[in-house]
């Protein structure tokens, strides 16, 4: 490769996605520190009500909704991509495949240190998306509404599969590895939990999948649609969808609980989870647009645009900052605590990086990560610390 090659640069970046990014990014963190609650040997939970209060507040808010969001800007981050790519005369799918390849490895370092890693699957899903890469938008839509429509009958049909496997999570003896306090010990429990109770699973392996996929084209439409750049344009369509996905949502969800409470069988034959998690998540993303077209919080969303600057290295710090506090390499309290606990520390983790994010991007031009993966996306070193004159001019944006 050569120097042909170039990244968007950091100014031209669309604000509202990296704003998005770092919300999705604050709902990961409160969703993967909360599941620390459940590795151990199982065990009653006595919840207080602030406990129950915030269990609630991430199962409607936060649970499935941040990483459905945090998929559908990584497809609209490929187009942008490929787009970038295909215009210099390169080839984009050899160039994201190679991409790909490099998010595998960090996604397998993420893995030894954290089960739920979700980085292996946008690498994979990234290979699957160079086959649509040269779709016309009304492709793209036809295939995102028949994904989108066929989502609850597949995860039905998909549940009542049955795969045999250990529970590594709550089995004493894979736990012994877990709380051993040996790093390779540690590794080896993460790496076995990722495989039996994630890449095995039938309702993750098949259905989230199919889930992400839907996300990731619908990203990929968006960017199509310039949809990100022309918001101001379109606040009467951004309120229409905020009222449209609010009333889905609520009455999605009225429905499915009343199903569940009444055990009907029709969750055999269809299954809306999904419905409901991306009708909440298209809500409080459009709610977020409409808060940023309209100039609110620009103190706030200035500090999460930085954090979703940062993604990549916020998300895997998170992940190694919750070894150290859960496993038995660090402070091994895991399971031990309540859930507000849980909830509060994500909060807290995620205000820190904010922080850290400003600070660092004011003297960097990218996070530690993100300027690794792409020197070695395009075989070329980037400029890693801002030169006096770009922070002179930054500080007179500001």
């Known amino acids: 490769m050569t120097n042909s090659y170039h990244p968007v640069e950091q100014s031209k970046r669309t604000a509202i996605v990296d704003i998005l990014r770092g919300w999705a990014l604050l709902g990961v963190a409160i969703g993967n520190y909360s599941d620390f609650l459940h590795i151990g040997v199982e065990h009653k939970i006595n919840n207080s009500i602030i406990s129950d209060i915030l269990l609630y507040f991430n199962r409607y808010f936060f649970a499935a909704k941040s990483w459905t969001l945090l998929t559908l800007l990584f497809g609209y981050g490929f187009a942008i991509l490929i787009n970038n790519v295909a215009a210099k005369g390169k080839n984009p799918v050899t160039f994201f495949a190679w ?23 946008y690498a994979f899903l990234g290979l699957l998306m160079l086959l649509f890469y040269k779709s016309s938008a009304k492709t793209l839509s036809i295939i995102c509404a028949v994904l989108v429509l066929t989502i609850p009958f597949i995860m039905a049909y998909v549940n009542g599969f049955k795969v045999e496997h250990p529970e590594i999570t709550t089995n004493p003896e894979y736990l012994k590895l877990y709380h051993s306090g040996n790093w390779a010990d540690f590794f080896k429990f993460n790496l076995l939990a990722s495989f039996y109770e994630q890449i095995i699973i039938p ?49 999605i969800g009225v429905a499915f609980n009343l199903i569940i409470s009444y055990k009907v069988d029709i969750l055999k034959v269809f299954h809306p989870l999904y419905w409901l998690v991306l009708s909440t998540m298209i809500f409080i993303a459009t709610g977020i647009s409409l808060l940023y077209t309209n100039g609110k919080l620009k103190t706030i969303f200035s500090y999460f645009s930085a954090g979703g600057k940062m993604t990549l290295t916020n998300y895997i710090a998170q ?50 990560i993100e300027w690794l993966w792409r020197s070695a996306s395009y075989r070329n070193l980037f400029p890693f610390k801002k030169i006096q004159s770009e922070v002179v001019t930054e500080i007179k944006t500001v």
């Open 203 to 251: 309702g993750y392996a098949i259905t989230a999948h199919l889930v992400m996929l839907a996300c990731m084209l619908f990203g990929f439409l968006l960017q199509k649609l310039d949809f990100f750049n022309r918001l101001n344009e379109q606040k009467k369509l951004l309120k229409n969808t905020l009222w449209i996905s609010l009333v889905t949502a609520i009455i």
């Open 99 to 121: 991409r790909m390849i490099l998010l595998f490895i960090l996604a397998f370092i993420n893995s030894s240190f954290w089960l739920g890693d979700i980085l292996k699957d």
């Open 319 to 368: 992940n190694i900052l919750a070894a150290l506090i859960f496993s038995g390499i660090g402070l091994g309290i895991a399971d031990t605590m309540p859930y507000w606990f849980y909830f509060s520390l994500a909060v807290f983790v995620f205000i820190l990086q904010l922080f850290i994010s400003k600070w660092w991007l004011a003297k960097y031009n990218y996070g530690p």
